[in-house]
């Protein structure tokens, strides 16, 4: 969720390993919500004029989203997270389902979501099923590729701390090849040259999920390019860290996790993003 009434939400709901602290409780984990809808995408099948599954993941449409691009950017999401963090999708279903309108959108969901009304997008666990809820808008594709985002790390892992789920999320909501010179990474290169890098200590206790800032989802954004970006180490800390997470363990806050530690990618962030260069690490999603 980004803290603005244009942008997209997400309701979940925690899951707490024994052995992390009340700080790490309160403000590592996303707050997950289990919702019950009156009616499921199945039961409902003649309003949806478009519909298509590949494996275990569904699509309901209003109308048509234009079925290839959306097929096409869902599977470059599933494929850069594996690739990226090894992150996969389980075989529990996601179901995307999109509205023609924001008003049949929020006359579906506002009974039950009630945050529906102010937002683009909703991502919530429904028992064993995750569902990506959107309406047709300019942002379509952008929200769907973060919210799916979320629904593919939530299926992975059992919890993971909040700044890591926005920040993959916000870094993966950009096709991969528009990232190198989108307006925020040019933003961050000249806020770089003034002293600026994030704070890992900050971003590690953000209370909840909507108590973030404009400025919190940059820098849980910035945080995870950084890793991802700055050297095979760094990437590899995160890999490591989310592989312990998927396990069922307790890490600790990543900013002292030993691999991290020894990785010493925190320390060099400024320099980082002096230059800020992001990989393309495959052509398929390339647009």
Known sequence: MRDDSSTVFS????????????????????????VNLT????????????EGKRGSIEIY????????????????????????VAVEPTDKPIQIIL?????????????????????????????????????RSRTLTTDLRHEVTHAILHQH??????????????????????????????????????????????LENIPNAESMNADEYRDSWAMTCLLLNESEASRQALRDYLAVIHKGEAPGPFSK?????????????NSYFRKMSIRLDSGSSRQ
Request: net charge positive; glycine share 4%; proline share 5%.
């Open 99 to 135: 509205f023609r309108d924001h008003g049949s959108y929020v006359r579906y969901l506002a009974s039950s979501v009630p945050q529906s009304r102010q937002r683009r997008a909703i991502f919530y666990q429904n028992g064993d099923v995750y569902q990506v809820y959107a309406f």
């Open 11 to 34: 309701v979940q709901f925690s899951r707490v390993p024994c052995g992390w602290s009340s700080v790490m409780r309160q403000s590592a984990l996303r707050v997950f919500i289990l």
């Open 39 to 50: 009616l499921t995408a199945h039961a409902q099948q003649s309003r949806w004029t478009v």
């Open 257 to 269: 996790f030993q691999k991290a530690v020894d990785s010493g990618v925190i320390p060099r962030a």
């Open 61 to 84: 449409a209003e109308f048509d989203p234009g079925m290839q691009d959306l097929w096409e950017n869902v599977d470059n999401v599933a494929r850069e997270l594996k690739d990226l």
């Open 157 to 202: 892992l059992p919890f993971l701390p909040l700044w890591i789920d926005e920040g993959l999320a916000e870094y993966l909501e950009e096709p991969e090849s528009f990232r190198s010179e989108s307006s925020r990474t040019k933003s961050a290169r000249w806020k770089a040259r003034v002293g600026w890098s994030p704070s890992i200590q900050s």
